[in-house]
Protein backbone atom coordinates (compact mmCIF):
# COMPACT_ATOMS: atom_id res chain seq x y z
CA UNK A 1 0.00 0.00 0.00
CA UNK A 2 1.30 3.11 -0.69
CA UNK A 3 0.74 6.75 0.72
CA UNK A 4 0.60 10.45 0.30
CA UNK A 5 -0.44 13.56 -1.60
CA UNK A 6 0.06 16.67 -2.96
CA UNK A 7 -2.54 16.61 -5.40
CA UNK A 8 -2.49 16.34 -8.35
CA UNK A 9 -5.41 15.10 -9.66
CA UNK A 10 -2.90 14.36 -12.13
CA UNK A 11 -4.11 14.00 -15.06
CA UNK A 12 -4.69 10.45 -16.28
CA UNK A 13 -4.35 7.70 -18.93
CA UNK A 14 -3.59 8.46 -21.98
CA UNK A 15 -4.93 11.76 -22.70
CA UNK A 16 -4.43 15.43 -21.71
CA UNK A 17 -4.05 13.98 -18.17
CA UNK A 18 -3.12 16.02 -18.30
CA UNK A 19 -2.13 19.97 -19.13
CA UNK A 20 19.48 70.59 -12.42
CA UNK A 21 18.83 72.39 -10.02
CA UNK A 22 19.45 76.16 -8.80
CA UNK A 23 22.84 77.95 -8.64
CA UNK A 24 24.16 75.72 -5.68
CA UNK A 25 23.77 78.93 -3.32
CA UNK A 26 20.86 77.38 -1.06
CA UNK A 27 18.73 79.52 -3.41
CA UNK A 28 20.47 82.76 -3.73
CA UNK A 29 22.63 83.36 -6.61
CA UNK A 30 25.03 86.03 -6.31
CA UNK A 31 27.58 84.33 -9.30
CA UNK A 32 27.00 87.45 -11.66
CA UNK A 33 25.03 90.22 -9.88
CA UNK A 34 27.51 93.19 -10.64
CA UNK A 35 27.59 94.28 -7.01
CA UNK A 36 30.57 91.52 -5.89
CA UNK A 37 31.08 92.45 -1.88
CA UNK A 38 34.88 91.77 -1.87
CA UNK A 39 36.85 94.39 -0.17
CA UNK A 40 39.82 94.12 -2.23
CA UNK A 41 40.23 97.09 -3.74
CA UNK A 42 42.05 95.35 -6.27
CA UNK A 43 39.00 93.69 -7.04
CA UNK A 44 40.81 90.05 -6.63
CA UNK A 45 38.27 87.55 -7.02
CA UNK A 46 40.40 85.07 -4.86
CA UNK A 47 39.78 86.40 -1.62
CA UNK A 48 38.20 85.16 1.37
CA UNK A 49 35.22 87.18 1.28
CA UNK A 50 34.55 86.86 -2.61
CA UNK A 51 31.17 85.80 -3.21
CA UNK A 52 32.16 83.44 -6.32
CA UNK A 53 29.91 80.36 -5.59
CA UNK A 54 32.82 77.82 -6.05
CA UNK A 55 33.60 79.32 -2.29
CA UNK A 56 30.68 78.94 -0.55
CA UNK A 57 30.63 77.89 2.85
CA UNK A 58 29.74 74.09 2.96
CA UNK A 59 26.32 74.90 4.81
CA UNK A 60 25.02 77.67 3.24
CA UNK A 61 22.01 79.43 5.51
CA UNK A 62 18.63 80.29 4.21
CA UNK A 63 17.99 83.88 4.18
CA UNK A 64 15.13 84.27 5.43
CA UNK A 65 15.55 82.24 8.44
CA UNK A 66 19.16 82.24 9.18
CA UNK A 67 19.16 78.54 9.75
CA UNK A 68 21.36 76.22 7.92
CA UNK A 69 19.29 74.52 5.21
CA UNK A 70 21.20 71.54 5.61
CA UNK A 71 21.61 71.25 9.36
CA UNK A 72 23.74 68.91 11.20
CA UNK A 73 23.71 66.32 13.46
CA UNK A 74 25.29 65.84 17.05
CA UNK A 75 28.22 64.44 15.09
CA UNK A 76 28.89 67.11 12.88
CA UNK A 77 27.57 65.51 9.62
CA UNK A 78 24.94 66.60 7.69
CA UNK A 79 21.58 64.48 7.96
CA UNK A 80 20.06 63.47 4.66
CA UNK A 81 16.16 62.82 5.25
CA UNK A 82 16.09 59.80 2.70
CA UNK A 83 18.36 58.00 5.64
CA UNK A 84 15.73 58.10 8.23
CA UNK A 85 13.66 54.84 8.51
CA UNK A 86 10.23 54.71 6.57
CA UNK A 87 6.84 52.85 7.89
CA UNK A 88 7.31 50.20 10.03
CA UNK A 89 11.35 49.47 9.41
CA UNK A 90 13.40 50.02 12.29
CA UNK A 91 16.47 48.58 13.29
CA UNK A 92 17.34 45.47 11.52
CA UNK A 93 14.41 44.35 10.47
CA UNK A 94 10.40 45.23 9.33
CA UNK A 95 7.66 44.91 11.87
CA UNK A 96 6.03 41.78 11.83
CA UNK A 97 8.33 39.61 9.16
CA UNK A 98 8.75 36.30 10.41
CA UNK A 99 11.87 34.34 9.29
CA UNK A 100 13.29 30.57 10.60
CA UNK A 101 16.04 31.28 13.58
CA UNK A 102 18.22 29.45 15.34
CA UNK A 103 17.43 28.06 18.23
CA UNK A 104 16.41 24.78 18.59
CA UNK A 105 12.97 22.89 19.40
CA UNK A 106 10.80 20.22 19.72
CA UNK A 107 10.65 17.20 21.38
CA UNK A 108 13.24 15.61 19.28
CA UNK A 109 15.78 18.94 19.11
CA UNK A 110 15.76 18.44 15.19
CA UNK A 111 13.04 21.83 14.78
CA UNK A 112 13.78 25.25 14.75
CA UNK A 113 12.20 28.45 16.44
CA UNK A 114 10.62 30.75 14.14
CA UNK A 115 11.40 34.34 14.48
CA UNK A 116 9.27 37.68 14.41
CA UNK A 117 10.25 41.38 13.78
CA UNK A 118 9.25 43.24 17.09
CA UNK A 119 10.30 46.62 17.52
CA UNK A 120 13.54 46.69 14.62
CA UNK A 121 14.81 43.00 16.52
CA UNK A 122 14.16 39.47 15.69
CA UNK A 123 12.32 37.54 18.35
CA UNK A 124 11.82 34.11 18.82
CA UNK A 125 8.33 32.54 18.64
CA UNK A 126 6.94 29.15 20.30
CA UNK A 127 6.74 27.96 17.14
CA UNK A 128 8.65 25.02 16.24
CA UNK A 129 9.25 23.33 12.89
CA UNK A 130 9.77 19.83 14.44
CA UNK A 131 7.89 18.79 17.23
CA UNK A 132 6.49 15.00 16.96
CA UNK A 133 5.99 14.58 20.36
CA UNK A 134 4.42 10.84 21.07
CA UNK A 135 4.22 10.54 16.89
CA UNK A 136 6.94 9.70 14.65
CA UNK A 137 8.71 12.20 13.56
CA UNK A 138 8.16 13.11 9.91
CA UNK A 139 9.46 16.40 9.71
CA UNK A 140 12.26 17.43 7.00
CA UNK A 141 12.48 16.63 3.45
CA UNK A 142 11.07 14.11 1.27
CA UNK A 143 10.44 12.46 -2.14
CA UNK A 144 7.41 11.54 -3.21
CA UNK A 145 5.71 9.50 -6.10
CA UNK A 146 2.22 9.31 -7.01
CA UNK A 147 0.54 6.71 -9.09
CA UNK A 148 -2.91 7.16 -10.43
CA UNK A 149 -3.97 4.37 -12.58
CA UNK A 150 -7.38 4.83 -15.20
CA UNK A 151 -9.43 4.47 -17.85
CA UNK A 152 -10.13 6.71 -20.72
CA UNK A 153 -11.72 7.35 -23.56
CA UNK A 154 -10.93 9.33 -26.40
CA UNK A 155 -12.67 10.37 -29.53
CA UNK A 156 -15.01 7.59 -28.47
CA UNK A 157 -11.47 5.29 -28.64
CA UNK A 158 -10.97 3.35 -25.88
CA UNK A 159 -7.60 3.45 -24.43
CA UNK A 160 -7.67 0.70 -21.96
CA UNK A 161 -5.59 1.27 -18.90
CA UNK A 162 -3.23 4.55 -18.11
CA UNK A 163 -1.16 5.47 -15.98
CA UNK A 164 0.35 8.57 -14.39
CA UNK A 165 3.25 9.44 -12.25
CA UNK A 166 3.68 12.23 -10.31
CA UNK A 167 7.07 13.33 -8.38
CA UNK A 168 6.86 15.82 -5.71
CA UNK A 169 9.50 17.38 -3.10
CA UNK A 170 8.05 17.40 -0.03
CA UNK A 171 9.47 20.06 2.95
CA UNK A 172 6.89 18.94 6.07
CA UNK A 173 6.99 20.66 9.21
CA UNK A 174 5.23 19.11 12.34
CA UNK A 175 2.91 19.86 15.39
CA UNK A 176 2.83 16.66 16.96
CA UNK A 177 -0.33 14.69 15.01
CA UNK A 178 -0.59 17.51 12.59
CA UNK A 179 1.92 17.92 9.37
CA UNK A 180 2.09 21.05 7.31
CA UNK A 181 3.23 20.30 3.87
CA UNK A 182 4.98 22.35 1.42
CA UNK A 183 4.60 19.90 -1.90
CA UNK A 184 6.28 20.76 -5.13
CA UNK A 185 5.50 19.43 -8.59
CA UNK A 186 9.19 18.37 -10.24
CA UNK A 187 7.77 16.14 -13.13
CA UNK A 188 4.75 14.37 -14.51
CA UNK A 189 5.08 11.01 -16.73
CA UNK A 190 1.79 9.26 -18.31
CA UNK A 191 1.47 6.01 -20.47
CA UNK A 192 -1.79 4.11 -20.93
CA UNK A 193 -1.77 0.33 -22.58
CA UNK A 194 -2.78 2.01 -26.22
CA UNK A 195 0.26 4.53 -26.34
CA UNK A 196 1.06 3.30 -29.74
CA UNK A 197 -2.59 5.47 -30.65
CA UNK A 198 -2.29 8.45 -28.42
CA UNK A 199 0.20 9.29 -25.72
CA UNK A 200 0.25 12.49 -24.23
CA UNK A 201 3.47 13.89 -23.19
CA UNK A 202 3.20 16.61 -20.19
CA UNK A 203 6.43 18.92 -20.84
CA UNK A 204 8.49 20.33 -18.18
CA UNK A 205 6.87 23.91 -18.28
CA UNK A 206 3.38 22.15 -17.31
CA UNK A 207 4.83 20.66 -13.87
CA UNK A 208 6.86 23.97 -13.46
CA UNK A 209 3.34 26.00 -13.84
CA UNK A 210 1.96 24.22 -10.78
CA UNK A 211 4.50 25.40 -8.75
CA UNK A 212 4.07 24.38 -4.71
CA UNK A 213 1.20 23.48 -2.84
CA UNK A 214 0.32 23.86 0.74
CA UNK A 215 -1.31 20.99 2.21
CA UNK A 216 -1.94 19.69 5.98
CA UNK A 217 -1.87 15.87 7.15
CA UNK A 218 -2.41 13.95 10.04
CA UNK A 219 -1.11 11.09 12.05
CA UNK A 220 -3.50 8.48 13.96
CA UNK A 221 -2.48 6.05 15.99
CA UNK A 222 -3.61 2.58 15.27
CA UNK A 223 -5.18 -0.03 17.93
CA UNK A 224 -1.43 -2.50 16.58
CA UNK A 225 0.71 0.87 17.71
CA UNK A 226 1.64 2.18 14.39
CA UNK A 227 0.64 5.20 12.57
CA UNK A 228 -1.36 6.31 10.04
CA UNK A 229 -1.33 9.23 7.59
CA UNK A 230 -4.59 10.57 5.96
CA UNK A 231 -5.41 14.00 4.05
CA UNK A 232 -8.90 15.28 4.02
CA UNK A 233 -9.95 15.96 0.39
CA UNK A 234 -7.69 18.78 -1.36
CA UNK A 235 -9.11 20.40 -4.53
CA UNK A 236 -6.67 21.90 -7.39
CA UNK A 237 -8.08 24.06 -10.59
CA UNK A 238 -5.32 24.56 -13.15
CA UNK A 239 -4.95 27.41 -15.51
CA UNK A 240 -7.76 29.21 -13.98
CA UNK A 241 -7.69 32.54 -12.05
CA UNK A 242 -7.98 31.74 -8.15
CA UNK A 243 -10.68 34.59 -7.78
CA UNK A 244 -12.82 32.93 -9.84
CA UNK A 245 -13.73 29.87 -7.52
CA UNK A 246 -12.77 31.24 -4.28
CA UNK A 247 -13.39 28.95 -1.04
CA UNK A 248 -15.71 26.50 -3.28
CA UNK A 249 -13.30 24.93 -5.65
CA UNK A 250 -15.54 21.95 -6.05
CA UNK A 251 -18.30 23.67 -6.80
CA UNK A 252 -16.60 25.23 -9.83
CA UNK A 253 -17.63 24.61 -13.18
CA UNK A 254 -14.37 24.85 -16.07
CA UNK A 255 -15.13 27.38 -18.99
CA UNK A 256 -14.69 26.02 -22.34
CA UNK A 257 -13.96 28.46 -24.08
CA UNK A 258 -10.37 30.42 -24.41
CA UNK A 259 -11.46 33.96 -24.21
CA UNK A 260 -13.01 33.17 -21.11
CA UNK A 261 -11.41 36.36 -18.37
CA UNK A 262 -11.42 33.17 -15.65
CA UNK A 263 -8.78 31.42 -18.55
CA UNK A 264 -4.72 32.31 -17.21
CA UNK A 265 -1.78 31.33 -19.17
CA UNK A 266 0.01 29.47 -16.32
CA UNK A 267 3.28 28.57 -18.37
CA UNK A 268 3.63 31.49 -20.26
CA UNK A 269 3.41 30.55 -23.68
CA UNK A 270 1.30 32.90 -24.79
CA UNK A 271 -1.52 30.26 -25.24
CA UNK A 272 -4.55 30.11 -22.94
CA UNK A 273 -4.53 27.08 -19.77
CA UNK A 274 -1.87 24.69 -20.11
CA UNK A 275 -0.18 22.98 -22.41
CA UNK A 276 0.27 19.37 -23.68
CA UNK A 277 1.77 17.59 -26.57
CA UNK A 278 0.39 14.86 -28.29
CA UNK A 279 1.31 12.37 -30.31
CA UNK A 280 0.57 8.69 -31.85
CA UNK A 281 -1.68 7.39 -34.55
CA UNK A 282 -4.50 9.71 -32.91
CA UNK A 283 -2.36 12.22 -31.21
CA UNK A 284 -0.17 13.06 -34.57
CA UNK A 285 2.30 15.29 -33.27
CA UNK A 286 0.23 17.84 -32.37
CA UNK A 287 -0.46 20.35 -29.38
CA UNK A 288 -4.07 21.01 -26.60
CA UNK A 289 -4.56 23.20 -24.58
CA UNK A 290 -6.57 23.13 -21.26
CA UNK A 291 -8.00 23.44 -18.08
CA UNK A 292 -8.18 20.89 -15.05
CA UNK A 293 -10.13 20.37 -12.05
CA UNK A 294 -9.06 17.74 -9.99
CA UNK A 295 -9.23 16.39 -6.42
CA UNK A 296 -7.75 13.50 -4.18
CA UNK A 297 -7.75 12.78 -0.66
CA UNK A 298 -5.01 10.66 1.10
CA UNK A 299 -6.22 7.70 3.21
CA UNK A 300 -5.18 4.44 4.45
CA UNK A 301 -1.67 5.54 5.03
CA UNK A 302 1.10 3.89 7.66
CA UNK A 303 4.29 5.33 8.59
CA UNK A 304 7.91 3.39 9.16
CA UNK A 305 8.43 3.03 12.67
CA UNK A 306 11.81 5.18 12.12
CA UNK A 307 9.34 7.64 9.67
CA UNK A 308 11.77 7.33 6.85
CA UNK A 309 8.98 5.98 4.46
CA UNK A 310 5.51 6.63 4.39
CA UNK A 311 2.59 4.45 1.90
CA UNK A 312 -0.97 5.36 1.24
CA UNK A 313 -4.10 5.07 -0.96
CA UNK A 314 -5.28 7.41 -2.61
CA UNK A 315 -8.74 8.42 -4.49
CA UNK A 316 -8.58 10.92 -6.73
CA UNK A 317 -10.96 12.78 -9.72
CA UNK A 318 -9.99 14.52 -12.77
CA UNK A 319 -11.99 16.67 -15.06
CA UNK A 320 -10.48 18.14 -18.03
CA UNK A 321 -11.63 21.23 -20.80
CA UNK A 322 -9.60 21.39 -24.11
CA UNK A 323 -9.39 25.20 -25.07
CA UNK A 324 -8.15 24.46 -28.25
CA UNK A 325 -6.50 21.26 -30.37
CA UNK A 326 -4.48 21.70 -33.08
CA UNK A 327 -5.74 17.66 -33.59
CA UNK A 328 -10.35 18.24 -33.76
CA UNK A 329 -10.37 14.61 -33.45
CA UNK A 330 -8.82 15.58 -29.83
CA UNK A 331 -11.20 18.60 -29.08
CA UNK A 332 -13.67 17.15 -26.84
CA UNK A 333 -10.98 15.69 -24.31
CA UNK A 334 -10.78 12.89 -22.26
CA UNK A 335 -12.69 10.44 -20.30
CA UNK A 336 -11.17 9.71 -17.16
CA UNK A 337 -12.00 7.45 -14.66
CA UNK A 338 -10.47 6.20 -11.70
CA UNK A 339 -9.43 2.44 -11.60
CA UNK A 340 -9.96 0.32 -8.45
CA UNK A 341 -7.85 -2.38 -9.82
CA UNK A 342 -5.29 -2.59 -12.70
CA UNK A 343 -5.17 -5.09 -15.24
CA UNK A 344 -1.71 -5.05 -15.28
CA UNK A 345 -0.24 -5.69 -11.91
CA UNK A 346 -1.20 -6.79 -8.41
CA UNK A 347 -1.48 -4.56 -5.60
CA UNK A 348 -2.94 -0.72 -4.90
CA UNK A 349 -4.09 0.94 -8.10
CA UNK A 350 -3.81 4.85 -6.94
CA UNK A 351 -1.07 4.69 -4.03
CA UNK A 352 1.90 7.33 -3.15
CA UNK A 353 5.12 6.10 -1.50
CA UNK A 354 7.24 9.17 0.02
CA UNK A 355 10.67 8.26 1.15
CA UNK A 356 12.67 11.15 3.42
CA UNK A 357 15.49 12.38 1.53
CA UNK A 358 18.52 14.53 3.14
CA UNK A 359 18.06 17.84 3.50
CA UNK A 360 18.44 20.53 0.50
CA UNK A 361 17.65 17.99 -1.51
CA UNK A 362 15.81 19.65 -4.73
CA UNK A 363 13.37 18.22 -7.39
CA UNK A 364 16.22 17.20 -10.07
CA UNK A 365 17.74 15.15 -7.35
CA UNK A 366 14.39 13.40 -6.89
CA UNK A 367 13.95 13.17 -11.07
CA UNK A 368 17.55 11.79 -11.46
CA UNK A 369 17.12 9.17 -8.70
CA UNK A 370 13.54 8.21 -8.64
CA UNK A 371 14.69 4.51 -9.66
CA UNK A 372 16.58 4.17 -6.46
CA UNK A 373 14.35 6.22 -4.20
CA UNK A 374 11.50 4.57 -5.05
CA UNK A 375 9.83 1.06 -5.39
CA UNK A 376 10.23 -0.42 -8.90
CA UNK A 377 7.17 0.87 -10.80
CA UNK A 378 4.36 -1.94 -10.90
CA UNK A 379 3.91 -1.25 -14.81
CA UNK A 380 6.56 -1.09 -17.28
CA UNK A 381 6.97 2.43 -18.58
CA UNK A 382 8.45 4.58 -20.89
Not at 22 to 40: E, K, L, M, R, V
Not at 235 to 261: F, H, K, M, Q, V
Not at 366 to 374: M, P, R, Y
Request: proline letters at 6%.
Amino acid sequence: MKKFTVILAVFVMALFVVSCGDSGNGGNDTSDTGTDTDTDTNDNPDTATDTDPTDEPTNPTDPTTDEPTNPTDPTGEPTDPTDEPTGPVAGNCTEGETKLGETVCGSTQHGKLYQVCKDGDWEDTEKCTCDPGEYPEVCGYYAQKMWFTSSSKVATIDLAEGWTRTYFHIVQEQEQDKVHIKATYCNIKIDNSMSALLQVIMPQSFADALGTADKESYITKNDDDTFGFNQDVFWEIRGIDPACYGDNPAGYNLPTNSTDPCVQDWDNDGMPGLTVNAKGTIGGNSIMNMVEKSSSVIHDGLISEDGLKIDALVTWTDEQKILFAENKALQGGSDNKIKDESSKFDGPANFIEQVKIEDGSDCAFIVNNAGTIFSPDPVTLK
